[in-house]
């Protein structure tokens, strides 16, 4: 009985991706066992899962097998990074696939909503997160979840950059600039210490 589930989620899915057209990127797949894989890509988030295709084959691949995909994006002119998080639900562990914004010790992530447009948003089209000691929470819980560790370990030169450009840890978009510069810091921070 669960096989037969599991095979007519498979065929729904795949029968919901050939009904829209999927846009291919050149670009690289690294897989949970390390393996990277070169090829075509068309991500798919909503069901944590990417189609990859290499020697006119196309593999489905969900997120728990992946650990990381990059490709250029030319529309948009940016390169892209999709990164598997293993998060725990209720009852099981599940995998899933988020767009990496912003890198460093607190990392930026984003999903795409379920109903967007052709062009999309960045403020209006994606839902966003932080992850940071390994847990990933809403981007509305950075005030209370994350800001006040990394408002201790920055210091004074984090508290006068957000008194210098009047940033609120309770807006998104602020709260996003707080973590580039927060990462900035970091990384300066570890960069003095190898010398």
């Not at 560790?149 to 984090?158: C, E, F, M, T």
């Not at 940033?167 to 970091?186: E, F, G, M």
Request: aromatic share 10%; proline share 2%.
């Amino acid at each position: 009985m669960k096989r037969i589930l599991v095979l007519i989620l498979f065929l729904f899915t795949v029968c919901k991706l050939s009904a829209k057209e999927m846009k291919w990127f050149a670009g690289s797949v690294v897989l949970e066992t390390r393996e990277v894989l070169v090829g075509e890509i068309a991500v798919e988030t909503h069901h944590d899962l990417i189609l990859f295709r290499a020697d006119n084959q196309v593999h489905v691949l969900p997120a728990h097998k992946i650990e990381s995909v990059q490709f250029y994006d030319g529309d948009e002119n940016v390169n892209r990074k999709f990164v598997s998080v293993q998060e725990t639900n209720l009852v099981w562990k599940v995998h899933r696939l988020y767009e990496v914004v912003v890198f460093g010790d607190v990392i930026v992530l984003r999903k795409e909503k379920t109903l967007t447009t052709s062009k999309k948003s960045d403020a209006h089209d994606f839902v966003y997160f932080i992850r940071y000691a390994n847990e990933t929470v809403d981007v509305k819980s950075f005030r209370t979840k994350v800001y006040p560790a990394i408002v201790k370990d920055g210091g004074p030169l984090l508290s006068m950059f957000m008194l210098d450009h009047r940033l609120n840890p309770n807006n998104a978009s602020n709260a996003i600039q707080i973590i580039k510069y927060y990462n900035h810091l970091k990384s300066e921070d570890q960069a003095l210490a190898r010398y």
